[in-house]
């Protein structure tokens, strides 16, 4: 298992423990077309060093993908 760092929408911090099925509800939601992108670039975010990057790469996918 790996940690996923994100945040809730009242801009709170919390912790995801699978990251499987983060992904997979993420890739459910978007059109079939940006799904290989969105989640590999989310990936980027849970395979994050440390707490600080993985904020950091997730408010670059955020922007992105806004």
């Known amino acids: 298992m790996c940690k996923i760092y994100y945040i809730n929408k ?8 699978c990251c499987v099925h983060f992904p ?6 978007v059109r079939v077309t940006d799904r290989a992108e969105i989640c590999g ?5 849970y ?7 993985a904020r950091t790469t997730l408010a670059i996918f955020f922007d992105k993908w806004k």
């Not at 997979?24 to 939601?29: A, C, D, V």
């Not at 670039?41 to 975010?45: E, L, N, Q, T, W």
């Open 10 to 17: 009242k801009g709170r911090p919390f912790l995801a423990i």
């Open 24 to 29: 997979e509800n993420i890739s459910q939601k």
């Open 41 to 45: 670039d989310f990936k980027s975010v």
């Open 47 to 53: 395979c994050a060093e440390d707490e600080e990057a």
